[in-house]
């Protein structure tokens, strides 16, 4: 007996849903009272109105797609108008996947075994550059690292080029790469708050001085909304997590906290638009920051880190 499971994605406005998943190629099956049942290439999913949804960008929901082909699939999908949170992308662990969402915010990851992906057409941009830097994210990284990383380059660490991507779609892109942070602490309690070695955070010190990070970020970039070129402000980083026992925390209450910050961070991003990414802030008065370069800033931050944590982990 096969047991196969089936999202459930609440939408706001029923109809307007419909056409939206009809565009991108789903089947309808059965439609209700506020209640439809669809497929695409032999997968489910139901939607259920809900007249109390939150709005858009509140949705912690989302379902995974497993399909032969992502970039076919993600081709298709952005051509009927679904936005791109992700491009198809090669994952670590062996998945090529893209990210999207519907009109109601509910979260889309599409992925296919890296063996069926067909290449990316045009290869890789050779003009970027890939800078070493030390992996951990710690001492020995400097600021000006972080920028050049963030401005045009692929980071060695980690293998992301932060300028890659339409702009508009980093915020979804920063909530995505957050939600990833749930499954790698799901595993031994003592391990992810265990220091392989005295230089190097433990997997739940990563998470946490992400979540942190990611508030930090959410409050620069509402300020320089409103206020011309305002002076940041320092953060010792490690300091806060020195001073702040962070592995007596719960895990589970630290995740929780990194993925609302980064939903909160997307929905302050949505409210930028035309020049506004190129509006400035100043750190200790010598350091230029736009709220472009502020925002992959701080997806390279969930990337990185995720992938230190990783390290982290494994080398307990």
Known sequence: ???????????????????????????????????????????????????????????????????????????????????????????????????????????????????????????????????????????????????????????????????????GTVGGRILDEAQRWASLLDADDTAVRTRPNPSTWSALEYAAHVRDALGIFDERVARMLVEFEPELGWWDHEAAIEEGNVNDLDAESVVADLVRNAMELRTTLQRVTGTAWYRQGMRRRREKFTIETMARFALHEVVHHRVDAQRSLSSV
């Open 1 to 167: 007996m096969t047991a196969v499971g089936v999202p459930v994605l609440g939408v706001s406005d029923l109809q307007r849903s419909l056409a939206f998943y009809k565009s991108l190629g789903f089947l309808l099956i059965v439609e209700f009272d506020g209640y439809a049942i669809l497929a695409f290439q032999g997968a489910e999913v139901h939607l259920a109105q809900i007249d109390t949804l939150p709005p858009p960008d509140k949705s912690v929901s989302g379902a995974y797609l497993r399909v032969d082909h992502a970039d076919e699939v993600y081709e298709q999908w952005v051509a009927a108008g679904a936005p791109s949170l992700k491009p198809p992308t090669d994952e670590p662990y062996g998945i090529r996947e893209f990210a999207t969402e519907d009109t109601d915010g509910n979260l889309w990851r599409v992925g296919s075994l890296r063996d069926h992906a067909p290449p990316r057409p045009g290869g890789v941009d050779h003009t970027v550059r890939t800078v070493e830097r030390p992996v951990d994210g710690s001492p020995g990284t400097t600021d000006e690292a972080w920028l050049s990383i963030v401005e045009s380059a692929t980071c060695a660490g980690c293998g992301l080029t932060p300028a890659d991507g339409p702009t």
